[in-house]
């Protein structure tokens, strides 16, 4: 499968239900991905204010900060 470009932001939700908050929304969503059961990855290109209303959109089911420091670019080519 093909490397998608963006930001990963990890969700302690399953990827049918992420996708159903996300509808009508957008802020750049690439793909929503499962990540085991109850557990989704969403990959998005969102900056500034849509990445604030994005990260609160799903407030109450974002990992601590610690745990989601993997929410960087990929840098590979």
Do not use: C, W
Request: glycine content about 10%; proline content about 5%.
């Amino acid at each position: 499968m093909k490397e998608i470009k963006g930001f990963r932001l990890y969700v302690a939700l399953g990827a049918s239900k992420v996708r159903r908050r996300l509808k009508g929304h957008g802020f750049g969503v690439r793909k929503v991905y499962s990540d085991g059961k109850d557990r989704a990855v969403i990959i998005h290109t969102a900056t500034g204010d849509h990445l604030r209303q994005l990260e609160a959109l799903f407030a109450e089911v974002l990992p601590p900060p610690a745990e989601n420091d993997q929410a960087r670019p990929d840098h590979e080519g």
